[in-house]
């Protein structure tokens, strides 16, 4: 990688945009994500008394904001909504369509998708420790989002509502956050080596 790139990539690029540009480009990326998304969402475990499993798919949907820019992230993350509500069995435990009490997670994944991205462009993939920041809000923005859909969807009241849809997946979001501190930054130091 020249010089040029290696600076370029310091001042407002996400990892995405390493990839020589071209609509294909941008097309491929975005399905990627989406597919990504689906996928690890494929990976679901239950929570005792929640309609919530625990999933890949908030970890995949703040990977591919960040990874993809707010741009491509948000539109990837919009062909995964909508291809499942089209009835694609690929959300959480094979389920698809918008009836689910978790769907609003999945609406809070496309606001933080964005969120993520923009943060990204502005370096916060970078750092160890701004990663780390970067991954708390856009959890906390799948929350703000996800939890009370969840209370509208079930009849829960609002704390039972973060007793079953916030409480039981923190520490699994902060291993998710462990990863991507690692992840990421690590992507960066190997283009900055090249």
Partial sequence: MSTATVTSARSGQVLADLVPASRVRDAA???????????????????????????????????????????????????????GMAGVPWFAEGRSGMSMPSFGYILGMLL?????????????????????????????????VGVPYLALATGMSASAAIAAG??????????????AMGVLPTAWKFVHKR
Avoid: H
């Fill in 29 to 83: 990326l975005v399905l990627g994500g989406a597919a990504f998304t689906g996928l690890a969402a494929q990976i679901a475990v239950p929570v005792p008394g929640s309609p919530v499993p625990v999933t890949g798919q908030t970890f995949a949907a703040l990977l591919v904001g960040t990874t993809l820019g707010a741009r491509r992230g948000f539109a990837s993350l919009a062909v995964y909504a909508l291809v």
């Fill in 112 to 144: 933080a998708a964005v969120v993520v991205g923009v943060l990204a462009r502005r370096g916060a993939d970078r750092s160890v420790w701004r990663m780390a920041g970067t991954m708390v809000l856009g959890s906390a923005i799948i929350y703000a």
């Fill in 166 to 179: 916030l409480t039981p997946f923190l520490i699994g979001d902060a291993l998710k956050a462990l990863l």
